[in-house]
């Protein structure tokens, strides 16, 4: 995929994930127990043969660049091409836009001179709160056969849920061209539009000064059920796990589906890997007494205590006597002794005290901002 270069928003429902986005974008969200959410998204581009990837950020990005770096890890450290960090301008000569973008024609306009310099012939544009494992080769060559101007990855079956309520939905032909495009509509909510397209350059830089000309700002509206009629737009089918995060709930039903063995299979079982920053760390110490059950333990902790069910990032020092349960604890938090967490959410560096009890629910997890002390 030498002639495709991408482009990831960096930014999303930030509002809809409170204290995890306070000091952060999105796309660094720690996940997985060593991993960031753009983790995902960025290896699938990779793994496709994209050498030049763009990420456009809006805000609190300083998170994102210190875990991006240069690419190295992802093989995106190079004299040509590689990976180029897009942030916002608060007003330019030919566009007054602040940094809170109305939408993504918005986001890409500031970014026209990074398009206008790339010798791609195709773009791949998509969100970056994807969790999967993918790539766009056979997307790409689908393009290519339709002879489509616009090609929209989806997710086939039902989608009911009310963190569903800010995507759109594609309906579709027999041949998959896409005849109509819904925001949250009542009813037929079905092949959920993940936020991922493949539009040609040349087209993407007439739409995006279209757009400018008429004071639009967005994809969905103003570019998808604008011109439904008038673009060729297909749906094509993304294959195997994907999950959308969207919000607290959302984000904590992805990690906690890591405890599945079917799911870690397909993300991290395949040929294709996924990269992320390396720490080194020492292996973790299991002392005597502790137990573990059903749980993705990262290297550098020392558990003394009882973890079930959870997901326990690097460096994490679970004391003698502490209980965690049905939980995520990120890195380099201490669990002091008696202390009890169910259905937790403990950002980075949080220090629980001795027996404490916190206590959440399944849909509505307790979420403790980075740096506590409970």
């Given amino acids: 995929m030498k002639d495709t270069m991408g482009l990831i928003f960096t930014y999303k429902y930030e509002e809809d994930l409170r204290t995890l986005t306070q000091v952060r974008s999105i796309a660094s969200i720690p996940f997985g127990g060593r991993y960031r959410i753009v983790d995902f998204l960025l290896s699938s581009m990779v793994n496709s043969g994209v050498t030049k990837i763009g990420m456009i950020t809006r805000n609190n990005y300083s998170s994102l660049m210190d875990h991006l770096g240069s690419g190295k890890e992802w093989d995106l450290s190079r004299k040509r091409d590689g990976l180029y960090m897009l942030p916002p301008f608060s007003a330019s000569e030919n566009f007054n836009y602040s940094a809170n973008y109305r939408g993504r024609m918005e986001a890409l306009a500031n970014a026209m001179s990074f398009i206008k310099r790339s010798d791609c012939e195709y773009v791949i544009i998509s969100d970056a709160d994807i969790v999967c494992n993918t790539t766009f080769d056979a997307m790409l060559d689908f393009h290519k056969e339709k002879g489509a101007d616009i090609t929209l990855m989806y997710k086939s079956g039902k989608f009911t849920d009310e963190s569903y309520n800010q995507f759109c939905f594609l309906n579709m ?118 137990q573990v059950k059903n749980s993705m333990i990262a290297d550098g902790c020392i558990i003394e205590g009882t973890v079930e069910n959870s997901i326990i990032f690097r460096g994490v020092h679970v004391c003698k006597g502490a209980v965690i349960s049905n939980s995520i604890i990120m890195q380099d938090c201490e669990i002091q002794a008696g202390s009890q967490l169910n259905y937790v959410i403990a950002d980075k560096d949080v220090v629980i005290r001795e027996n404490r009890k916190l206590l959440g629910y399944q849909k509505y997890p307790q979420v403790l901002s980075k740096g506590s002390v409970v």
């Fill in 173 to 290: 032909d027999k041949d998959n061209r896409v005849t109509d495009v819904t925001i949250n509509p009542p009813k037929d909510r079905k092949n959920l539009c993940v936020g991922t397209a493949i539009i040609g350059k040349t087209l993407l830089q007439s739409l995006i000064l279209d757009c400018q000309s008429r004071n639009l700002y967005s994809f969905r509206r103003d570019v998808l059920q604008a011109n439904v009629k008038d673009l060729k737009i297909y749906g094509y089918e993304g294959e195997g796990y994907m999950d959308l995060i969207t919000s607290v709930f959302s984000y904590f039903d992805a990690s906690m589906d890591l405890l599945k063995e079917e799911v870690r299979e397909e993300l991290f079982g395949g040929t294709n890997q996924i990269f992320t920053k390396i720490r080194d760390e020492v292996p973790s110490v299991y002392r005597g007494g502790s």
